[in-house]
C-alpha cells in the first residue's frame, strides 16, 4: 500500500471508529490528561459508602463514601476539593461514573442531572460516591434518628442543602451500577383536602373522540372535585349540537366561539372562566387507564416549588402488548424541545429509570399539564403567538425561570391517540411555521437555547435520538461548523463510456440524497446563525471510498455553480445496499451551508468525486433538484423522466 493509501485509509479508520466506539471518543476528547494533585488527598477521607458513617469521624475536611472494588480518579479529587474551598455554600458533591474493566477498558457511563429533588425521592442517583463536607454533617449528625445510616442521612441533608453535580467521571467501578427500584411519593394536600380542579379540554369536530375522552374523566378517575371546561373554536353546527347535549350527560361548561385554531388562546379563553385552584389542560384525544392519574397530578401542582406537572403517555396499544411511550418528559436540546424515549416499549428500566421514576424536566406536553392557577397567572398563561407548537414548552420555560420546578409523574398515566385532532406537521407550509415557532420560543427564553440542567451535556445533544446515547464528537455536529462554499464555472459531467467503465476509468457512483432542512445555530447573546443543511450518501462503486474526497455541486436555475465542501457521516444502514462498497460504512454525508454563500432559487444536484491518488475531478448530475428560500423550509424534488 503507497504512502498516501496509507494515509487515507488511517484517516478513515479513525471516523469510523469514533462512531463505533463513542465512549472512547468521547473520553479522548473530554477528559483532562493530568492525573490531578495528589497531595490534595490530605484533605479528604475515603470511607466506604456500604459501611456507613463511622462512630468517629475521621480528622479530614471532606469526606468521601464510594462503593467498594472501584476508584476515584485524582483528578476528581482535585475538582471537589476546589469546589468545596471556592464555594462555602456546597456541603455535598455528586458526579458521574462508569464501569472500568481489569484490562482498563471503560464502557457504561451515567451521566447524571443537576441537583433535581424530585427526582431524588423517586430514585437516589448519587450513585455510587458521594463526598460530603464534614463541618456540615457534624453539626447534623445529632440530629438523625439514624446517624450511621448513610442513606438515611443523605435523604435528611438534602432538605437543608443543595448538592452540587461535578460535571465528570468521578468514579470508575468494577460493575455497572444495578437500578434501585423507583418510589413514587404523592404529596399530601395544604391542610390534606383535595383542591378544586378545573379540566380545561380544547376540542373542536370530535364529538367521539370527545365522549370517550370524557367517560375517563367522570367515570375512570376518582378525584372528588373538579370542573370540565370545553372550549370549542368552530364545529359544525351538527357538531355543536352533539357537543350540547353530550353537557347533560357530563356537566361541563361548553365554551363556543368561532376563531382559526391557536390552542394557546383556547386554553387561556379556559383559564379565564375556570374556578379552580389547579388548571388541568388535556387533549380531547387522550384517554384515561388509572383511576389515580389526577389526583397525583394535582397533589404535585399545589406544592410550593412545583411549576408543571405532565403525565406519562401511552401510543394505543392492544392490551397484550408492551405499551409504546409517547411522552415522558421534554428535553431541551440544541436541536429544541425533544420527546425522548418516544416510541420506546415501557418495559424494564431505561437509562436508569428515567421511564420509571418521577423526575425533574425542562417542560411537559400540554396534553395532558397541570398548574397551580396563581402560578399559571404570574408567568401570563399560554403565549398566545405560539398557535400550534412550543406553547407548553415556553410556558415551562417561564415557570423554571420564575424558580419552579417542573415535574414529570411516571405513574400518572394516560393513552394518547396523538394528532388526530389536527393531523400531522407534515407539510412544508406547517414546516415552516413551525420554524417560526421554534425560532420565537428561543427568543423569548434565548438563556434556555441547548441547556437543560436536567440533561447532561454529556449525553447526545445534536441529533433526535430518543435513546441517551454519548454525545460523543462529530464534525458535523460541532458548534460553528460550516462548509466551506466556493463558486466555479459549471463543470462538464464525467465522459460514462462503457469502456472507461470497464477500463476502471470512471467511477460510476451510486448514490441517494435524503433530505433538506434549515439548521439553526444560537449564540450567546441571543442571535443566530442559519444554514441550509442537506444530507444523504454516496460512494463510487467498487472503489474504496477513502480514495476521494467528495464535495456537493450545486447548480443554479441562472447558470451559477457552487462547490460545496462535505462532512461524511456514518450510515451502516448503506452497507447493504452497497455489499462489495470498501468504507460503505461511513458513506454518508451531510453539508451545512450558510444561508449567506447562496442565493435563494432552485439548484440542481451533483456529485464531485477528487481522486487522492491524481487529483483528477469526477462528475456527476444526479435527477434531484432542491429548491431554498429564505424563511423557508427546503424542497427536495425528483426530475420528472419522459
Not at 243 to 254: A, L, S
Amino acid at each position: 500500500m503507497k504512502d498516501w493509501e496509507e494515509k487515507a485509509k488511517k484517516e478513515y479508520d479513525e471516523e469510523l471508529n469514533s462512531y463505533l466506539f463513542p465512549y472512547r471518543q468521547w473520553i479522548k476528547d473530554n477528559e483532562p490528561f493530568e492525573a490531578g494533585d495528589l497531595s490534595l488527598m490530605d484533605h479528604f477521607a475515603l470511607l466506604y459508602y456500604e459501611k456507613g458513617i463511622p462512630d468517629y469521624l475521621p480528622d479530614k475536611d471532606y469526606l468521601i463514601f464510594h462503593k467498594e472494588y472501584g476508584k476515584v480518579p485524582g483528578i476528581a479529587i482535585e475538582k471537589m476539593y476546589e469546589v468545596f474551598k471556592n464555594d462555602p455554600e456546597v456541603n455535598i458533591i455528586y458526579g458521574d461514573e462508569d464501569v472500568e474493566t481489569y484490562k482498563g477498558d471503560r464502557h457504561s457511563p451515567w451521566f447524571k442531572p443537576d441537583w433535581s429533588p424530585d427526582t431524588y425521592e423517586s430514585l437516589p442517583y448519587f450513585g455510587s460516591l458521594v463526598a460530603i463536607r464534614k463541618s456540615f454533617i457534624k453539626d447534623k449528625i445529632n440530629q438523625l434518628r439514624d446517624p450511621y445510616d448513610l442513606d438515611a442521612v443523605l435523604e435528611v441533608l438534602v432538605r437543608t442543602t443543595r448538592p452540587y453535580h461535578l460535571d465528570m467521571i468521578v468514579y470508575n467501578g468494577p460493575a455497572e451500577i444495578k437500578d434501585q427500584e423507583e418510589k413514587h411519593i404523592v404529596p399530601d394536600f395544604p391542610g390534606r383536602k383535595p383542591v378544586k380542579v378545573s379540566v380545561i379540554i380544547p376540542s373542536k369536530d370530535h364529538p367521539d373522540m370527545l365522549e370517550r375522552c370524557l367517560i375517563g374523566i367522570t367515570s375512570l378517575t376518582d378525584y372528588p372535585d373538579m370542573e370540565i371546561l370545553i372550549i370549542d373554536n368552530g364545529s359544525s353546527e351538527e357538531n355543536r349540537k352533539l357537543y350540547e347535549k353530550m353537557k347533560d350527560v357530563y356537566h361541563y361548561e361548553y365554551v363556543y366561539e368561532r376563531m382559526q385554531f391557536n390552542f394557546s388562546r383556547m386554553c387561556n379563553i379556559g383559564a379565564l372562566r375556570a374556578s379552580g385552584e389547579v388548571l388541568l389542560f388535556l387533549n380531547d384525544d387522550t384517554e384515561v387507564i388509572r383511576r389515580d392519574w389526577l389526583s397525583i397530578m394535582a397533589a404535585v401542582a399545589v406544592q410550593p416549588h412545583v411549576g408543571a406537572v405532565g403525565a406519562k403517555l401511552y401510543y394505543p396499544y392492544d392490551r397484550d402488548e408492551i405499551p409504546r411511550i409517547q411522552h415522558a418528559g421534554i428535553t431541551n436540546t440544541i436541536l429544541g424541545p425533544v420527546h425522548k424515549m418516544g416510541g420506546c416499549r415501557d418495559t424494564g428500566s431505561i437509562y436508569h429509570g428515567m421511564n420509571l421514576c418521577d423526575r425533574d424536566v425542562i417542560a411537559v406536553t400540554g396534553a395532558c399539564l397541570a398548574v397551580e392557577k396563581t402560578k399559571f397567572n404570574t408567568v401570563g398563561g399560554f403565549f398566545e403567538e405560539l398557535v400550534v407548537a412550543y406553547n407548553d414548552v415556553d410556558l415551562c420555560f417561564s415557570l423554571y425561570e420564575k424558580g419552579w420546578l417542573n415535574v414529570q409523574r411516571n405513574d400518572a398515566v394516560l393513552i394518547h391517540h396523538e394528532s388526530v385532532s389536527r393531523g400531522t406537521d407534515e407539510s412544508n407550509e406547517r414546516k415552516t411555521r413551525r420554524m417560526w415557532e421554534w425560532l420565537e420560543l428561543y427568543k423569548r427564553h434565548p438563556g434556555l437555547y441547548g441547556r437543560d440542567p436536567f440533561y447532561n451535556k454529556n449525553l447526545v445533544q445534536t441529533r433526535l435520538d430518543v435513546d441517551y446515547n454519548i454525545n460523543s464528537a462529530r464534525d458535523f455536529e460541532k458548534k460553528g461548523a460550516v462548509s466551506k462554499v466556493e463558486e466555479l464555472s459549471v463543470p462538464a459531467e464525467s465522459p460514462m463510456g462503457k469502456l472507461r467503465r470497464k477500463l476502471g476509468l470512471d467511477i460510476n457512483p451510486q448514490y441517494c440524497i435524503d433530505s433538506a432542512d434549515v439548521y439553526y445555530e444560537f449564540t450567546d447573546d441571543g442571535s443566530y446563525s442559519r444554514q441550509w443543511k442537506i444530507e444523504g450518501w454516496m460512494a463510487p462503486v467498487k472503489q474504496p471510498i477513502w480514495e476521494f474526497e467528495r464535495k456537493l455541486l450545486l447548480i443554479g436555475e441562472d447558470g451559477s455553480a457552487y462547490l460545496s465542501e462535505l462532512f461524511s457521516k456514518y450510515r451502516p444502514d448503506v452497507k447493504p445496499v452497497l455489499k462489495d462498497q470498501q468504507g460503505a460504512d461511513m458513506a454518508g454525508f451531510v453539508a451545512r451551508i450558510c444561508v449567506d454563500d447562496l442565493k435563494d432559487g432552485e439548484y440542481r444536484i451533483g456529485l464531485y468525486f477528487v481522486s487522492k491518488k491524481s487529483g483528477k475531478p469526477f462528475v456527476r448530475y444526479t435527477d434531484t433538484f432542491v429548491k431554498m428560500a429564505e424563511g423557508q423550509i427546503p424542497v427536495l424534488r425528483k426530475e420528472e423522466r419522459a
